[in-house]
C-alpha cells in the first residue's frame, strides 16, 4: 500500500487522502443543499429547491457563497492573490471541482451529468424520474443538417402508427377519459394522422389493436408484439409512433395555428434507467429534430422533449417516439387539428433524412 511520508515521522495512507477528500467533497454539497432547501421549502415546497439547487447556476454561487463568506472578499492580499483564489484552489486540489462552475460539483457526484450535458432541465415534483428538456439539445448528439429536401419513395410504407393505451379519451369531447376495451379518441386521432400523411404523399401503415385492456400493465408488452409484427411486414418504415394524450395538466394547453385551435403535442423519449436501451439517445435525438422542425414550422406547436425512465418499445427502432397529443382537456377536434400539422412537420423530416 502506498504511503505518503511527512518530514519522516509520519505515513499516510493513500486511501486514507482519498477518503478526506470524499468526505470534504460531500460536506461542501450536502451543506450547501441544505441551506437551499431550508430557504426553499419555507418559500414553497421541493420544486424550487431542485431547480434553484440543481439548475440554475447563479443561484448555485449565491449558495456556496453565503455559507463561505471569503468568497465574497475582494481585498488582496500580499502575494496578490485573493483569498478567493486560495480557497479555490484548496478545493480544486483536495475535491477536483471548481468553485466558481456549479456543474462540477454535480458532476462528480451524478452520473446524469455526464450523459446530459447543457441541456434544460426541469425536475417534476410528481414524477421523480423524469427530465424535461425543452427548445434545448444535446450538443455532444446534435446532427449535422444539410435541409436538402429528397423524393419520398411512393410505393414504400415510411411511418408506422399504433396506440399503447387505447382507451385514452377526451373529456370535453367524450365525457370520461377512457373506455375500457375500447379504441377511445386517442385512436381517432392516430387515423387522422394517418390520413393526413397519406394525403401529402407518406405512405402510413396503422394499427388499432387494443392492448391496455383487461389488463392495463401489460399495455407495452402487448404493444411491443404489434410494433413488432408491423416492423417485420414493413421493414422500410422509418418513423414509428406511439400515440398518447397527456393527463397530467392542470388546464388545457392550445395554440393557433393558420387560425385554427390546436391541442399543443408534447414528445416522449425513453432512456435506459431501468431497461436495456443502449441507443435510446438516437431516439432523443430524431425527437430534437421533430422538435426543431416544429418549432421552425409552427410556433408553439411543440411541447418539447421530455426524456423518461421506461423505454416504450423505442428499443425497436432508432427512430421510434411517443406522442403525446394534447392532454384529457383538450377536446378531439383540437387534437385531431395538431397532428394535421404534425403530418406536415414529419413529412419536412423525412424528406430531410440521409
Avoid at 432547501?37 to 440543481?54: F, Y
Avoid at 463568506?69 to 502575494?79: D, K, W
Avoid at 441541456?119 to 415534483?125: F, S, Y
Avoid at 383540437?334 to 412537420?345: D, I, N, S
Wanted: glycine share 6%; charged share 25%.
Amino acid at each position: 500500500m502506498k504511503e505518503f511520508r511527512w518530514r519522516g515521522r509520519c505515513r499516510i495512507p493513500v486511501r486514507w487522502l482519498f477518503g478526506l477528500k470524499a468526505i470534504i467533497l460531500t460536506v461542501i454539497i450536502v451543506f450547501s443543499l441544505l441551506i437551499g432547501i431550508k430557504s426553499s421549502t419555507l418559500a414553497g415546497g421541493w420544486r424550487p429547491v431542485l431547480h434553484t439547487a440543481v439548475f440554475n447556476q447563479e443561484n448555485y454561487l449565491k449558495i456556496l457563497t453565503s455559507q463561505l463568506p471569503v468568497l465574497t472578499m475582494q481585498e488582496e492580499i500580499e502575494s496578490g492573490r485573493t483569498p478567493e483564489d486560495f480557497v479555490e484552489d484548496a478545493v480544486r486540489a483536495v475535491a477536483q471541482v471548481k468553485v466558481n462552475d456549479p456543474k462540477s460539483f454535480l458532476q462528480a457526484q451524478l452520473v446524469l451529468f455526464n450523459t446530459i450535458q447543457g441541456a434544460t432541465l426541469t425536475a417534476e415534483a410528481s414524477v421523480a424520474e423524469e427530465i424535461t428538456v425543452e427548445k434545448e439539445e444535446d450538443k455532444e448528439i446534435a446532427v449535422v443538417e444539410t435541409n436538402v429536401p429528397v423524393q419520398l419513395p411512393s410505393n414504400e410504407i415510411l411511418v408506422g402508427i399504433y396506440n399503447t393505451h387505447n382507451a385514452e379519451t377526451y373529456l370535453p369531447t367524450d365525457g370520461t377519459d377512457r373506455l375500457e376495451g375500447k379504441n377511445g379518441g386517442v385512436v381517432k386521432v392516430a387515423e387522422t394522422l394517418q390520413n393526413s400523411l397519406e394525403e401529402i404523399g407518406v405512405r402510413t401503415a396503422r394499427s388499432e389493436k387494443i392492448h391496455d385492456y383487461p389488463d392495463w400493465n401489460q399495455s407495452y408488452g402487448n404493444s411491443e408484439e404489434t410494433a413488432k409484427k408491423m416492423l417485420r411486414e414493413h421493414p422500410s418504415i422509418k418513423v414509428l409512433i406511439d400515440i398518447h394524450r397527456d393527463a397530467g395538466l392542470k388546464e388545457k394547453e392550445l395554440v393557433y395555428i393558420e387560425g385554427k385551435p390546436a391541442a399543443r403535442i408534447l414528445l416522449i423519449v425513453g432512456s435506459d434507467a431501468r431497461w436495456d436501451h443502449p441507443t435510446w439517445k438516437k431516439n432523443w435525438q430524431f425527437a430534437l429534430k421533430v422538435h426543431r422542425k416544429m418549432e421552425e414550422m409552427f410556433p408553439g406547436l411543440s411541447r418539447g422533449v421530455r426524456v423518461q425512465s421506461g423505454r416504450y418499445n423505442q428499443h425497436l427502432h432508432p427512430r421510434a417516439i411517443l406522442v403525446e397529443v394534447g392532454s384529457v382537456k383538450n377536446s378531439l377536434e383540437e387534437a385531431k387539428q395538431a397532428v394535421t400539422f404534425l403530418a406536415r412537420v414529419l413529412k419536412a423530416v423525412l424528406e430531410e433524412l440521409e
